[in-house]
């Protein structure tokens, strides 16, 4: 079992998997956020490799990613930062990256250099499972889970598809949309997990537009994780000593206790 | 995905349904203005002293460009698909004027996407796509150009997917795109297939047509595919030289890569990076390629050539002066590098250059780029 898969093995527990964009505000801030999360209770961090076109993405993670860019964060300088995170922190560390530049680093390569790292898994939510074998093919043999994604468009068809060859996890898209806080949940969020925990055993986290810790609450109801992004980011943003954003990870944590 | 295979199962449907086809004919024919006619351009021809130049005249269509057959074609499907809001992103804004004029036409809703810096530069067509009753969201999110409008119009397409309809205006973008865009626009190629070939009694040696996402080019080439004897050039924008990184060639300077949604050339950095492109012709300015076009290059169908603003710039002065025809920069790419070529070419050869657009909606940039105040 993969250490992704081996934290979905605690009874009665929720994981929290917080986001945030390498690089920002600042690749300082990402190296001291990252352990403070994991010893705040967090069980998955998931680091965002910033793209110039990151298509499912609202406006604070684009405007992240934008400024990420612009100092410099390439996926190489990612992995540098993964690699002196994963010797601090015990709990699993996932890229979520969109699919060209691991293309243009050589899908290959690039799941190498993950696992040297200290990378448990990848998300590539431009990447669906059709075109995703040769990808699928460099994660496994390198240790590697590829986390793929659902959304409540999604067919009967794509459920059996996403759930057979998603490993680690399967991603549930809360909304048909971008990432982004919302106010309000999606009101068919329950039926949706529903209909795909009835045909897999996997676990099933939830993202995109998770915002507060009463949603996180709701979530936790029916998913065995909950996705945290847009939110925490604004909080990195607005407060650069990271008291917010780890209280508000905090508040979080005792949400699905 | 499940909207884009929904996509390919509605049209796969309609393509197989001849009263789908009958209705495009008839639009094509009454609203927006086809056949287009296969003009000799016989002083161009002989200011260049050499082959002969033919001009397919889609700057004489309904909205003065090529953009409508496709926008025909999508909101038939769109219609039939019964999905009541259409979106659409738009360059040079002749796509979003296409969109915009077509909704009008069968009743539906309309919003598109436009880069800010676009906006800026293709003010008239922003004005005609508020007069036809589209509402238009200004994109300011990385270069504010055609990429960035696509990454909006997909972001509100996978949020209200459920009674939207993408009207994609070029052959890139995911599958059925590509294809289906070809098959709207390869009425240009049947034309002129048939036209040459009443007109000289032969195919011609040359097709020349400008690239950017590359639906004109595909459109007129796609007929002319199994004709091997015919060969096609595609001309990309230079912008201010390849060298300078200051262009849209993508072809010519790109590596293969994945953007929205196809593999196909990429104009991007060592990190996989999309890179920011320049043109003087806003609907050549864009990083990617349509895929068929990458195909036609790896398999040496096609040739891609690239030619800069001055160039252009120059074309589109000589075709005002030789032939009264005003085009738009799109096409004054191509038709630059069909004058120079013809010159060092046998009378007795044939181009048939396609002539995607009007130069009506590149007034302004025309008039500052030589110097003259309106």
Redesign the interface.
């Known amino acids: 079992m993969s250490r992704i898969a081996s934290v979905f093995t605690r009874a009665n527990h929720t994981a929290l998997i917080p986001y945030i964009t390498v690089g920002y505000p600042t690749i300082e801030t990402t190296l001291q956020a990252v352990p403070l999360f994991a010893s705040i209770g967090c069980d998955i961090i998931e680091l965002g490799i910033p793209?110039?076109?990151?298509?499912?993405d609202?406006?604070t993670i684009?405007q992240a990613s934008?400024e990420a860019?612009g100092q410099g964060v390439?996926?190489?300088v990612c992995l540098e930062v993964a690699e002196k995170l994963s010797q601090q922190v015990e709990i699993p560390l996932v890229f979520m990256t969109y699919?060209?530049?691991?293309?243009?680093?050589g899908p290959e390569q690039f799941c190498s250099k993950c696992a040297e790292t200290g990378i448990d898994g990848l998300i590539v939510p431009?990447l669906?499972p059709e075109e995703g074998r040769e990808l699928e093919e460099s994660t496994k043999r390198h240790g590697l889970d590829l986390v793929y994604l659902l959304?409540p468009?999604?067919?009967e068809e794509?459920i059996r598809l996403v759930t057979g060859r998603s490993s680690g996890f399967i991603y549930l898209v809360s909304l048909?949309?971008?990432t982004g806080a919302r106010n309000r949940l999606h009101a068919g969020l329950e039926s949706f997990v529903g209909s795909v925990r009835k045909r897999t055993e996997k676990p099933l986290c939830v993202g995109f537009g998770v915002s507060s810790p009463e949603q996180a609450k709701r979530v936790a109801k029916v998913a065995d994780g909950v996705i945290v992004g847009s939110r925490i980011i604004q909080l990195l943003d607005e407060d650069r000593s990271l008291k917010n954003a780890c209280s508000f990870v905090k508040c979080l944590r005792e949400a699905l206790l | 995905m499940p909207a884009l295979q929904e996509l390919e199962r509605a049209y796969e449907e309609a393509k197989r349904d001849p009263s789908f086809w009958a209705e495009f004919d008839s639009l094509s024919h009454d609203y927006a203005g086809r056949p287009t006619p296969l003009y000799f351009a016989e002083r161009l021809t002989r200011h260049c002293g050499g082959a002969k130049i033919f001009l397919k005249r889609e700057d004489l269509l309904h909205t003065g460009a090529h953009k409508i057959n496709n926008a025909l074609g999508q909101g038939l499907l769109a219609r039939r698909m019964k999905k009541q809001r259409i979106i659409a992103e738009t360059g040079a804004g002749q796509h979003g004027v296409a969109a915009a004029t077509i909704c009008a036409k069968l009743g539906l809703d309309c919003v598109v996407y436009m880069g800010e810096e676009d906006i800026h530069r293709q003010s008239l067509n922003v004005f005609r796509m508020k007069l036809l009753g589209a509402e238009l969201r200004p994109v300011a999110s990385g270069t504010k150009t055609l990429k960035d409008a696509i990454n909006e119009a997909i972001r509100d397409w996978v949020t209200n997917v459920k009674d939207t309809y993408y009207l994609l205006g070029s052959v890139v973008g995911p599958h059925p795109y590509p294809v289906m865009v070809r098959d709207f626009q390869s009425v240009i190629g049947k034309e002129a297939r048939e036209q040459v070939l009443s007109q000289c009694g032969r195919l011609p040696d040359y097709i020349i047509a400008c690239v950017g996402g590359g639906s004109n080019s595909i459109g007129i080439f796609h007929p002319f595919v199994n004709d091997k004897k015919v060969r096609f050039i595609g001309v990309e924008a230079a912008g201010k030289g390849v060298r300078t990184g200051k262009h849209a060639a993508t072809l010519a300077a790109g590596t293969v890569g994945v953007l929205h949604g196809a593999k196909s050339y990429v104009l991007q950095d060592d990190a996989g990076q999309i890179l920011g492109t320049h043109s003087i012709a806003a609907g050549l300015d864009y990083p990617g390629v349509g895929p068929e076009h990458s195909y036609y290059k790896s398999i040496g169908r096609a040739t891609y050539v690239a030619v800069n603003d001055r160039e252009a710039l120059k074309a589109f002065q000589l075709l005002c002066q030789t032939e009264g025809i005003i085009p738009a920069l799109e096409p004054s790419h191509a038709v630059s590098y069909a004058a120079k070529m013809a010159g060092s070419l046998d009378k007795k050869q044939i181009i048939v250059v396609n002539l995607s657009g009007h130069g009506d909606k590149d007034m302004d940039i025309v008039s500052e780029a030589l110097g003259v105040e309106l």
Do not use: E, I, M, W
């Open positions: 793209f110039s076109d990151p298509l499912a609202g406006a684009q934008h860019l390439t996926p190489g699919y060209n530049p691991v293309l243009k680093f431009d669906p959304s468009a999604s067919t794509r048909t949309g971008v």
